[in-house]
């Protein structure tokens, strides 16, 4: 029988203890630059999910990089976004990759639109080294596109690499059946994150978090409130701006993850799990962090 990788799970302690230090003297570059590479003409909510999940996370910067309809719908929601807009000629163009010099950490994919022309883009900025980039939704897709060659760079990637996928997501890049993921979840999450050295964050109830060198985490918080299209593109801008404030990619991972499902618990309280928007989720988490700082979650 096949051994099991030691797990824990993520509580209040835990995810308290990864708190990042906010010096009282520290300024917006003191706290990291996030870049999104996120939305399209099809897909311009996940671009605003993504980066009001990237503000409440706390880092000093957060950019985004897209098509003009989605910078300008972005911007008048949240107005701190530093706004890029490019030339995408259609979904999932080549990615403006000289945005990413002034970048401490980088997403890409939350509304992207899957395309080869976006997995050239990724294999380029895979093997450029330089900051953690966290990889969701049609950026994993589009990787799937051409997975053998995808596998293989993630394995040799000159950068940290955070995968955020669903279990759907999962299969298509890894080539599992679902029915095997859903049977072993820690098992596949680990034996994946070891064998391509990455951070991986297997999507779904009770989260599995995978470290590159076997240590696995599972989260303990967040229910079916948060199953609706855009929770998870919350999540990958949270994520994304911890990273940015230079947590390391396996920490950042348990934290954004705990404190986007103590989110979703806390508004599943007050307005079921039917009636739990994913647009409430960035301020619910700023709440959550709050309390996580006080020392008062149990």
Known sequence: MKKQPKQRTT???????????????????????ALLFCGSEQYRGAACLSA????????????????????SLVLSRAPSVIGTAYATSGVGAFLPLDL???????LVGCGSGKSERLALS????????????VLDADALNSLALKRG?????????????????HPLEFSRLSGLPLDTISSDRVGVAADFAKTYGV????????????????????????GSGLAKGGSGDVLAGLLVSLLAQGMEPYGASILAVYLHGAAGD?????????GVRPDDLPR???????????????
């Open 149 to 165: 060659t995808a596998l293989e760079i993630l394995k040799s990637a000159a950068r940290p690499v955070v995968l955020t996928p």
């Open 100 to 106: 990413t010099r002034k970048a401490t950490a980088i």
């Open 284 to 298: 619910e988490i700023a709440r959550q962090t709050a309390r996580l700082y006080r020392g008062d979650c149990q």
């Open 11 to 33: 509580d209040a302690a835990l995810a308290g203890s990864l708190l990042p230090v906010r010096p009282a003297d520290g300024n917006k570059g003191t706290f990291g630059r």
């Open 52 to 71: 009001e999940g990237a503000l409440s996370g706390g880092a000093g910067l957060v950019e985004l990089a897209s098509c003009e309809a989605v910078v």
């Open 266 to 274: 806390a508004l599943t309280k007050e307005y079921s799990e039917m």
């Open 199 to 222: 951070t991986l964050v297997l999507k779904g109830a009770g989260t599995v978090i995978a470290s590159p060198d076997g240590e696995v985490t599972v989260n303990a918080t967040g």
């Open 122 to 133: 990724l294999f380029e900025l895979l093997k450029t080294p330089g900051c953690p980039v």
